[in-house]
């Protein structure tokens, strides 16, 4: 039988993030999609203007309709949530879908680049917290681990030129796995290591005592939906049965496959990334 996985996310008609990044991917790597759309985009944020339909109210007759219909998922993933009421309303959502041997993996969206998104506020982070505790594994960028776990975001990438710097990245991660959470994947450090001839992206993978740093060329920067993309295929992997540490270089080699034609192709950061023609390197 497939596996399905509940992809809570937004919809946004342009910039390639969100799902309609997790659901062509899902897809190829045979695991179905089943969307709950947490907002209706025109185009992602990153644009000068945008179109936005809050879809809120709309939840908890997903979930009613669901349990009616007497669902099962082997896996729920979670991304953009457009305020804490949501996050609640998600919170109950897991509360009755999820099963012992139902995978929760919680990309959990509330900032980039040290700056926090317009929907951040305490009260906000502070149910992101509780729904990253309830998670198997979650995907936090340098600045939403920094928020997770109470740390100055400018305090510690003023070290990032020291040799350490990735364990000590780590030491934070470590805190998380300490709630419980299985994996840590934390995405997108910019870094040079004593051994790469030029800065690379890393995403670290943290489970038990192990820490496993996986890199990638930066091919002109980052672009929409790249986080989304890379957190597609670990939980698609994982649901069917791959490693953390295997879903992660599979995906990292897909992104960099297509980040290189991006680039070269000097596509818009905003539009995306020309992912479609690589889907095939995930089958």
């Known amino acids: 039988m497939v596996k ?7 919809l946004s008609g342009l910039g390639k993030c969100s799902l309609t990044a997790a659901i062509p991917v899902l897809s190829v790597m045979g695991v179905q999609a089943c969307p709950l759309p947490t907002a209706i985009l025109s185009n992602q944020t990153g644009y000068e203007s945008y179109y936005y ?3 809120t109210e ?3 007759a997903y979930t009613d309709e669901w349990t009616k219909r007497g669902l099962t998922l082997d896996g729920i993933y979670t991304g953009f949530l457009g305020s ?12 009755t879908f999820q099963k012992p041997d139902t995978l929760l993996l919680v990309d959990p969206v509330m900032g980039d680049s040290g700056q926090t998104y317009d929907i951040y506020n305490e009260t ?16 936090p ?8 776990t109470d740390t100055d975001y400018q305090s510690l990438t003023a070290k990032s030129h020291s040799s350490d710097y990735l364990e000590n990245i780590a030491s934070i991660g470590r805190k998380l796995l300490s709630l419980g959470i299985k994996t840590v994947l934390i995405t997108g450090i910019l870094y040079k290591a004593p051994t ?12 038990g005592n192990a820490v496993t740093p996986v890199s990638s060329s930066i091919h002109g920067g980052s672009y929409s939906g790249t986080g989304d993309l890379l957190a597609s295929v670990v939980c698609a992997g994982m649901v069917r049965g791959d490693s953390a540490l295997e879903s992660v270089r599979r995906g990292v080699h897909f992104l960099e496959t297509a980040l290189k034609e991006t680039a070269e192709e000097q596509i818009p950061k905003n539009d995306g990334i020309n992912f479609e023609p690589y889907l095939k390197l995930l089958l």
């Open 141 to 148: 960028n340098l600045t939403e681990l920094c928020i997770l």
């Open 124 to 139: 906000f982070g502070a149910q992101m917290k509780r729904l990253v505790q309830r998670a198997d594994v979650i995907t």
């Open 84 to 95: 804490e009421l949501q996050a609640e309303k998600i919170l109950r959502f897991i509360d």
């Open 4 to 10: 399905r996985i509940a992809v809570i996310n937004d």
């Open 53 to 55: 339909d809050d879809y």
């Open 196 to 207: 790469d001839a030029e800065t690379c992206y890393y995403n670290l993978v943290l489970e």
């Open 58 to 60: 709309h939840i908890d």
